[in-house]
């Protein structure tokens, strides 16, 4: 059951390689059609246009969290304590994710990109927590 793990975990880390691959896209895309000039970006990040800007934060929100979601996966699988609970709340937390990440690059609508970011923090709280307290009890 633990190894099953590596599926949502694998989900993450595709869904962040797709918005970077998105971002260096839209990126490159810009500076061709002479939007933004290389001297414009050297220092920030500021004179990329909305759009760039807004796939590049969600690309860089990847790299934030999910570093404790890809460390109790890892966890949970070498110390063999995973289980259907924490395969659940894996699953739920992908999910959450990638309705971020849309909502992130798309309407970018605040309150409902914060409701899903909330909720995924909990849920990777509760993953945590049934973690700790499987290896606790083991």
Known sequence: MSDALIHPLLVQVALTFVLLFATAFLRTGSIAAGKVKPADIMLGQMA???KVQQVSNAFHNQLETPILF???VVLAIVL???GP???A???VWAGLRIVHAIIHTTSNHLRWRFYCFAA???VLLAFWITLAIRI???
């Open 48 to 50: 990329w246009p909305k």
């Open 120 to 122: 995924s923090v909990f």
């Open 89 to 91: 709340l894996a699953w």
């Open 70 to 72: 890809f460390v109790g």
């Open 85 to 87: 609970v924490l395969l």
């Open 136 to 138: 606790v009890t083991r």
């Open 80 to 82: 063999e304590v995973g």
